[in-house]
């Protein structure tokens, strides 16, 4: 059993940065690739960013590229999304979920996921 908890959101203005946090419970952390997710209201929850187990290998949304980073903590247990440059349309609810194995891009795949932390952007 793995228990995440998401912090770091909040307002920002557009072309700023903020840095989300997602604390792992368990010792089993590093066992489990990592992603984040978002849910902007009325739509789907998307794909942003995920990391396998030991942080070689990152995995992003295509238009988040550049903008966008992943990085992980195994001592920590604490998987981290670095957003910069952000903009309006980033605005969302911001997941962090833990996969044991599948595709990382499928959020059908995850195991277990956190509460979410709100990010809004303003113009």
């Known amino acids: 059993q793995v228990a995440l908890v998401e912090s770091g959101g909040g307002l920002v203005q557009a072309g700023g940065s903020l840095r989300l946090s997602c604390a792992a419970s368990g010792r089993t952390f590093r066992n489990y690739a990592m992603g984040w997710f978002r849910q902007a209201p009325g739509k789907g929850r998307e794909f942003v960013a995920a990391v396998n187990w030991n942080g070689e290998n990152t995995y992003y949304l295509d238009s988040l590229k550049g903008r966008f980073f992943i990085s992980r903590d195994n001592a920590k247990n604490t998987v981290y999304l670095q957003m910069n440059s952000l903009k309006p349309e980033d605005t969302a609810a911001y997941y962090c979920?833990?996969?044991?194995?599948?595709?990382?891009?499928?959020?059908?795949?995850?195991?277990?996921w956190g509460q979410g932390t709100q990010v809004t952007v303003s113009s």
């Open positions: 979920a833990a996969m044991l194995s599948g595709k990382p891009r499928s959020y059908y795949d995850y195991d277990y």
